[in-house]
Every structure is written in structure tokens, then in C-alpha cells.
T-cell receptor, first 114, second 115 residues
Framework: AQTVTQSQPEMSVQEAETVTLSCTYDTSENNYYLFWYKQPPSRQMILVIR??????QNATENRFSVNFQKAAKSFSLKISDSLLGDTAMYFCAFMVYNFNKFYFGSGTKLNVKP | DTAVSQTPKYLVTQMGNDKSIKCEQNLGHDTMYWYKQDSKKFLKIMFSYNNKELIINETVPNRFSPKSPDKAHLNLHINSLELGDSAVYFCASSQAPGTGRSPLHFGNGTRLTVT
């Protein structure tokens, strides 16, 4: 069975500072993909960043980067220079290659304070 | 242009009624999904269709019936609505299996409130 765990229900960060959101997952598969999604108060689900498990290089998208540790089954998201607009729920997600099923963590609510 | 659109955005109805939520995607994706997000924000898959064929059917009451007339559309019909059905329902789409470069693309959600 595949599981995704986000151990931080809620976090706060000051505007312009850096914050790291944690995610761990459990799987016996070797080929899979990992994603971070953002859900602002508008309710829309927005893809933030994705990582292929076969790639050792950590993915980056502007102010967002991941720390992917395959052996430890860890996939944390770092947000640099936090903006007020980064306030949202953040979901870690996992998908096994060749299967359509996406597994989501329980989410981390991030508050960016002015 | 909206990639995944679902209607209605809000739905308020009484217990026992039957309601439908419609979803359409213009991304050319082969696979569509319904997810339920409960009050604690937990996202749980309900159904998945690949090219109109049901491929994932999680433990969902049979009052919920998905229908995919073509690969661009996936509707959700709910019979005999119950209070516990109140949630946000998300439609999503992705490319076919094995193409994980295509993540889930979500609609904006339908907030269903059963009174």
C-alpha cells in the first residue's frame, strides 16, 4: 500500500523568509512521481512542483524547490522569499508509474505573516 | 481557456434529493477522476475513468454513479443525498498511465452542502 504523510498540520512564516514543509511516503515501488500542490482559500488546486523518482537532481521552480531523499522516502518543499500569496494549504502527492492513482497527504496549512 | 471545468460551483440541497455535477476537460487527456475533499481537507479518490472505461472505483456508496459519455466528460450523479455527503468534489484529469509527467489538473471544485 502507498501512503503519504505530512506531519505538520499548520505552519507560519514571516514574509520574505524561508520555510520548509515536510512529506514522507511509503511504497515498495521503484518508479514513481512526487508532486506538491497548493490550495489557496479560493479552493483551486494548483501544481507547484513535481519530481521523478529516477532523477537524483532536486526539482526547482523559481522560489520553490524540493529536497528529495529517495532512500529515506522523504520529499520536502522549500519556499524561499515567502510572499503573502503563498498562504495556502499544501498537499504532497505520490503516483506510481503506470498507475492512475494519486495518493495525497493530509495537507499543511501555511500562513505567511506580514 | 479553462482546462478542467466543473459545474455547478456551489450546490445546496436537502437530504434525499438527487443531484449531478458535470465535468469537462479540453486538455486532450485520457483519464479523468472524481475526488472528494472533506471538512478536514483530506482528498480521497472516488473514481477514475480512462477513455470512458471505469478503472478505479474506491469504496464509495452505490448512491454515487459516475458517467463518462466520452473521454472529455465525466459526470457524477448522487442519489438520495445524505448529510455526510457534504464536501467539496473535485474533478481532475491526467494523461494515460505511465506518463507521470502529466500531473493531475483539477477543476475548481463543487461545494456540496446537504441540509
Amino acid at each position: 500500500a502507498q501512503t503519504v504523510t505530512q506531519s505538520q498540520p499548520e505552519m507560519s512564516v514571516q514574509e520574505a523568509e524561508t520555510v520548509t514543509l515536510s512529506c514522507t511516503y511509503d511504497t515498495s515501488e521503484n518508479n514513481y512521481y512526487l508532486f506538491w500542490y497548493k490550495q489557496p482559500p479560493s479552493r483551486q488546486m494548483i501544481l507547484v512542483i513535481r519530481q521523478e523518482a529516477y532523477k537524483q537532481q532536486n526539482a526547482t521552480e523559481n522560489r520553490f524547490s524540493v529536497n528529495f531523499q529517495k532512500a529515506a522516502k522523504s520529499f520536502s518543499l522549500k519556499i524561499s522569499d515567502s510572499l503573502l500569496g503563498d498562504t495556502a494549504m499544501y498537499f504532497c502527492a505520490f503516483m506510481v508509474y503506470n498507475f492512475n492513482k494519486f495518493y495525497f497527504g493530509s495537507g499543511t496549512k501555511l500562513n505567511v505573516k506580514p | 481557456d479553462t482546462a478542467v471545468s466543473q459545474t455547478p460551483k456551489y450546490l445546496v440541497t436537502q437530504m434525499g434529493n438527487d443531484k449531478s455535477i458535470k465535468c469537462e476537460q479540453n486538455l486532450g487527456h485520457d483519464t479523468m477522476y472524481w475526488y472528494k475533499q472533506d471538512s478536514k481537507k483530506f482528498l480521497k479518490i472516488m473514481f477514475s475513468y480512462n477513455n470512458k472505461e471505469l478503472i478505479i472505483n474506491e469504496t464509495v456508496p452505490n448512491r454515487f454513479s459516475p458517467k463518462s459519455p466520452d473521454k472529455a466528460h465525466l459526470n457524477l450523479h448522487i442519489n438520495s443525498l445524505e448529510l455526510g455527503d457534504s464536501a467539496v468534489y473535485f474533478c481532475a484529469s491526467s494523461q494515460a498511465p505511465g506518463t507521470g509527467r502529466s500531473p493531475l489538473h483539477f477543476g475548481n471544485g463543487t461545494r456540496l452542502t446537504v441540509t
